[in-house]
């Protein structure tokens, strides 16, 4: 059965840091690997969705790497702000496309 | 698009009662998954529908929840009898597979169970 963790469980940065946020999986053979942001009591928002032949996805200041031999994937937000506090989720979905979440990482970025 | 919708968007009850909520998926979207949230152990895949067809409904947590498709754009989960340990969030999201089976999440129904 698949597992995802994401480390570290919370962070607190000032403004402006880059930050690395961690997600790993146990089982390699991944259909694709999608990133969330959920805000406090909203749904999740969907920022980056690689697929299992690629190696990375950017969007804006948001990069996320993949790698399945390792069974990790990284969320590099450069240049934070305020407004990315938020808890960040990822979601891995297996050959049998059947998703699976991690428990997510809260971030603060506090001005 | 409307993206997914959900409804109703908060559910008080009194324990014992039936709770139904309902999906309307993205159009065009032939996965359609419902999940459940709670601080205690995360976000939860319930039900995992394809084509409307249950594909994986190991995380239904007993007898008393069950899930519908009756067509691709609609989906119920009910609860009957409701208890307060099925008080939470629940989730429906849909995915397809001409946009790479990202998932796009509905704003989420937020059960009380009293």
């Known amino acids: 059965k698949q597992e995802v963790t994401q480390i570290p469980a919370a962070l607190s940065v000032p403004e402006g840091e880059n930050l690395v946020l961690n997600c790993s999986f146990t089982d390699s053979a991944i259909y694709n690997l999608q990133w969330f942001r959920q805000d406090p009591g909203k749904g999740l928002t969907s920022l980056l969705l690689i697929q299992s032949s690629q190696r990375e996805q950017t969007s804006g200041r948001l990069n996320a790497s993949l790698d399945k031999s390792s069974g990790r994937s990284t969320l590099y937000i450069a240049a934070s702000q305020p407004g990315d506090s938020a808890t960040y989720l990822c979601a891995v979905r297996g050959g049998s496309y059947i998703p699976t979440f991690g428990r997510g990482t809260s971030l603060i970025v506090h001005p | 698009d409307a993206g997914v919708i959900q409804s109703p968007r908060h559910e008080v009850t009194e324990m014992g009662q039936e709770v139904t909520l309902r999906c309307k998926p993205i159009s065009g979207h032939n996965s359609l998954f419902w999940y459940r949230q709670t601080m205690m152990r995360g976000l939860e895949l319930l039900i995992y529908?394809?084509?409307?067809?249950?594909?994986?409904d190991s995380g239904m947590p007993e007898d008393r929840f069950s899930a519908k498709m009756p067509n691709a754009s609609f989906s119920t989960l009910k609860i009957q009898p409701s208890e307060p340990r099925d008080s939470a969030v629940y989730f429906c999201?849909?995915?397809?597979?001409?946009?790479?089976?990202?998932?796009?999440f509905g704003p989420g129904t937020r059960l009380t169970v009293l």
């Open positions: 529908f394809n084509n409307n067809v249950p594909i994986d």
């Open positions: 999201a849909s995915s397809a597979p001409n946009t790479y089976n990202e998932q796009f």
